[in-house]
């Protein structure tokens, strides 16, 4: 029984994550790639290229981004400042200067912090880390310049790169094609003058949760002052792993100290605790108080992962109450309004230097915080888990809820019958999709 639950839970998940590329919390969200050609050179031109995370709480963590294409002609770069190729191909057909990358399908990445300022150029050398635009406008662009050779000269003969590839650095985002835009403009810093590049492609990439990772990667567990009953994430939400065959790590195991963090640059595969829910981040939503005006909810944020310390991390939360948020304690808080004026979203992110780095699995992989909303009595209650968030995500990517009708009830609510909408939502998706995968 509880394993068809289970089996349903998955399927109404990984359905609702495979039909959205579309987020409805952010539905603007992408990260826009712009290529400025400065000059033309005698066999090409050099080009900035800046990288802009439009995305409200989606960023780019550290190992950082990979853009890769494919040239359409035969071009080379002779250069790059405040980014590298990963790799510089066959070069052997050159003779005196050498070009920095060869390749049909070179991959670029960023520089570390701490270049030396004659390799820099503006926004460059954060390690290829974005910050989300909500939190951190000025972080979230990143650019360097490329000098390309063997390319078109002129505007009519220059081709846009095709096939553009953005790593994060595993896989989650796809890249349109290339158009041709207005010329950015570039007002000089005094204000005085405005220059313009001379061409402007724009390419827009947009990130997908099931492109990301076919199993989610995070969990919500609730519990309330009114009712002792603590529910636990959903048994797997995270997909099951063997505690046998090494599939998760045994808490307090003296394995721990062992666990190498995975080498591979592109993909960071977790090491989990074993725990039933097998996910590497658990949000617990905790009502804590009731006062007459006021009610305060306890949040917990706890790392299952031994291979990841998530720094910058951020949670959006949805509940209808935060348009009345009074206080949060030893969180930062901004309301995102995804649907014009309805105040129910909110972004959660740490204090520099206090929070902002949730540690791997162990006593310290834990944050938490409180917060205060003023009661609206027309809507407030504690029945039917109206004091419990509709949706929660993780560093963008969505938890894994309970059932709504496992929710801790009020004593006596007799509310069993109830039915609310979510739960016939839900019921109804899980059976589409167990029919679907039946036929
Ligand atoms: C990308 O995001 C920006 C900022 O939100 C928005 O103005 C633009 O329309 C988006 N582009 C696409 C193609 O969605
Ligand atoms: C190319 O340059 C010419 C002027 O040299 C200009 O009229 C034309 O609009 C440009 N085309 C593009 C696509 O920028
Ligand atoms: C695009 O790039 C991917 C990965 O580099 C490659 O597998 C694919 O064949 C490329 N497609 C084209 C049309 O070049
Ligand atoms: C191209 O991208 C830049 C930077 O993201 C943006 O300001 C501009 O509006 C975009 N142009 C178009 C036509 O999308
Ligand atoms: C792992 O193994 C233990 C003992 O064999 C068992 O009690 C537990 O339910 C298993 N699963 C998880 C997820 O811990
Ligand atoms: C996480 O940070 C701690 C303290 O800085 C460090 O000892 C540990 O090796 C880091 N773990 C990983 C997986 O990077
Ligand atoms: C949403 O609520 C926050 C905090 O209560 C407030 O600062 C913000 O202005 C509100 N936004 C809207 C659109 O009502
Ligand atoms: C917040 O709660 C107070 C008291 O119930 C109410 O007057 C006010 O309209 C509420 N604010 C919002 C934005 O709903
Ligand atoms: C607490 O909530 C659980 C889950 O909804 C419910 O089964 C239980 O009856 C509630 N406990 C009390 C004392 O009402």
């Not at 209808?320 to 969180?331: A, E, G, K």
């Not at 009020?410 to 609310?420: E, V």
Request: glycine letters at 6%.
């Amino acid at each position: 029984m509880s394993c068809t639950v289970f089996l349903l839970f998955l399927l109404s998940s990984s359905f609702f994550v495979s039909t959205e590329a579309y987020d409805a919390l952010d539905p603007n969200g992408n990260i826009t790639i712009k290529w400025d050609i400065m000059s033309w050179t005698p066999d090409g031109y050099v080009a900035v290229v800046t990288l802009y995370n439009f995305q409200q709480y989606r960023h780019i963590d550290s190992p950082g981004w990979q853009l890769g294409w494919t040239w359409t002609k035969k071009e080379v770069i002779w250069s790059m400042m405040g980014g590298q190729a990963t790799d510089q191909g066959d070069c052997s057909k050159f003779k005196g200067s050498i070009p920095h990358c060869c390749k049909k399908n070179p991959t670029i990445v960023d520089l570390l912090p701490g270049t030396p300022y004659n390799q820099q150029i503006a926004n460059c050398c954060k390690g290829g880390v974005l910050t989300s635009w909500a939190q951190d406008p000025a972080n979230a662009v990143g650019s360097f310049q490329i000098s390309v050779g063997r390319s078109g000269t002129t505007n009519k003969t220059v081709r846009a790169p095709k096939n553009v590839t953005l790593k994060a650095p595993g896989p989650g985002y796809t890249c349109g094609r290339a158009s041709i835009v207005k010329p950015t403009r570039f007002i000089t810093s005094d204000k005085r003058r405005v220059t313009q590049a001379l061409m402007t492609w724009n390419i827009t990439c947009t990130y997908s949760q099931f492109l990301a990772s076919k199993t989610p990667t995070c969990c919500v567990s609730l519990s309330s002052f009114y009712n002792d009953t603590i529910v636990p994430c959903p048994t797997c939400s995270c997909g099951c792993r063997s505690n046998t065959t090494g599939g998760c790590v045994k808490g307090n195991s003296p394995h721990i100290a062992s666990v190498v963090p995975g080498s591979n640059r592109d993909i960071v595969t977790p090491v989990v605790q074993c725990t039933s829910h097998m996910c590497p981040i658990r949000v617990h939503w905790h009502v804590k108080l009731n006062y007459k005006e006021y009610w305060r909810v306890k949040v917990t944020i706890t790392n299952f992962n031994y291979a990841m310390n998530y720094s910058n991390w951020n949670l959006v939360v949805q509940h209808p109450n935060f348009d009345n948020l009074t206080q949060i304690f030893s969180f930062n808080y901004k309301s995102l309004t995804p649907y014009g004026d309805i105040n129910d979203t909110a972004l959660l992110w740490g204090l520099k230097f206090y929070n902002d780095f949730l540690m791997q699995a162990g006593p310290l992989g834990n944050v938490q915080s409180e917060l205060l909303f003023q009661k609206d009595l027309s809507t407030f209650s504690f029945e039917k888990g109206w004091a419990f968030p509709q949706r929660i995500y993780f560093n963008g990517d969505i938890c894994v809820m309970p059932p709504p009708d496992a929710y801790p009830m009020l004593p006596n609510a007799g509310s069993r019958q109830y039915i609310s909408l979510l739960t016939l939502f839900v019921t109804s998706l899980s059976t589409m999709a167990f029919l679907y995968v039946n036929a």
